[in-house]
């Protein structure tokens, strides 16, 4: 791994796909919910203009306030 891509994945979450293809922030969520079932009708929209960049724009919000976003979300219930 170089610096640069160190200083990026503490940025953003990154995926590489078995095309080599990277995708980061957004867009790599969007992949990894695909891969893991999500419906392709739902999350495809989601990957391209102008739905990617409110995508985008959603990523950067939660990645950018995680501790205000973690006390609601993925919580557990005992």
């Known amino acids: 791994m170089t610096d640069e891509l160190y200083r990026?994945?503490?940025?953003?979450?990154?995926?590489?796909?078995?095309?080599?293809?990277i995708l980061r922030a957004g867009r790599a969520?969007?992949?990894?919910?695909e891969e893991i079932g999500y419906p392709r009708w739902l999350?495809?929209?989601l990957?391209?203009?102008p739905l990617v960049?409110?995508?985008e724009l959603g990523y950067r919000l939660v990645a950018n306030n995680?501790?205000?976003?973690s006390k609601?979300?993925?919580t557990r219930e005992e």
């Open 66 to 69: 995680r501790s205000f976003f």
């Open 29 to 33: 969520s969007m992949y990894v919910l």
């Open 8 to 21: 990026a994945c503490q940025q953003a979450v990154h995926v590489i796909t078995p095309e080599g293809e």
């Open 43 to 45: 999350i495809r929209p």
């Open 72 to 74: 609601f979300m993925f």
């Open 47 to 49: 990957t391209r203009p």
């Open 53 to 55: 960049w409110f995508t």
